[in-house]
């Protein structure tokens, strides 16, 4: 499942849709403050958009693009900004994720703050969530059994 | 006769929701799933409850069918029973 496709229209497809998708789920992240949609559906549809590239393209081209090492530490650093950005608030006096202790920071007013505040950890969050959606993906579609693997034990299953 | 717009979603929901556990072929049923989850996302559009109808649309009908298409694959086509 995760071979090469050997169908030029569905590369060519999933070549035009691709940067579409990603453009799609970076505003659902920028503009979950005021409409629907935020940082978990944005990231969902970018780890979406990551799998469409996995089944077309291959997971050698995906390799080159979008490392495990990269996708852990996407995985990590979102985390890494939600609870950062909470603790902030914490030792600047407020409560835990209380945005408007942000503005001694950020030189705004409080209203403003809590505006980029909550900008600040939906990016957290769509991180975290496209990082895991693609390996959810990419475990399950490979089994735990990595295509090098094979290669270096001589084995080469056919491509699904 | 004029029959209201939610009354045809729940009926489409629920004609879905039976076929999906009644058709024998496993990646059948995943797509109608996709489908059941594309018809509760346009139910709760249409209640007004915008947020709640993105992310049935993304995860469900999204990435939900591509992680079960890619579990059949996996394992096996067709059902036992």
Redesign the interface.
């Known amino acids: 499942m995760i071979g090469k496709s050997d169908d030029i229209i569905i590369k060519t497809i999933a070549r035009i849709f691709v940067p579409f998708l990603q453009l799609y789920a970076l505003y659902v992240i920028m503009h979950g403050h005021y409409s629907p949609g935020g940082g978990f559906q944005g990231g969902v549809i970018l780890g979406a958009s990551m799998a469409l590239l996995l089944i077309t393209h291959g997971y050698d081209e995906l390799k080159r693009r979008l490392p495990e090492g990269v996708l852990l530490l996407l995985g990590s650093l979102g985390v890494l900004i939600y609870a950062g950005i909470g603790l902030l608030c914490l030792i600047l006096g407020g409560n835990y994720l209380d945005y408007s202790q942000l503005s001694v920071i950020l030189g705004v007013d409080a209203a403003h703050a809590r505006s980029l505040g909550i900008l600040g950890v939906e990016l957290g969050v769509g991180f975290t969530v496209m990082a895991i959606m693609y390996s959810i993906f990419f475990d399950i579609s490979t089994g735990g059994i990595l295509p090098e693997d094979q290669r270096r034990e001589g084995r080469v299953e056919g491509e699904r | 006769m004029n029959i209201p717009f939610d009354i045809i979603l729940q009926l489409f929901v629920v004609i879905c929701a039976v076929a999906a556990i009644t058709v024998r072929d496993l990646l059948s049923a995943v797509m109608i799933l996709g489908a059941y989850s594309f018809f509760m996302c346009l139910m709760w559009a249409q209640l007004g409850a915008?947020?709640v109808?993105?992310?049935e649309a993304?995860?469900s009908a999204?990435?939900g069918t591509?992680?079960l298409v890619?579990?059949v694959?996996?394992t096996t086509r067709r059902t036992k029973d």
Do not use: P, R
Request: hydrophobic fraction near 65%; avoid cysteine; charged fraction near 15%.
């Open positions: 915008v947020d109808a993105f992310t993304s995860v999204g990435i591509i992680l890619a579990a694959l996996k």
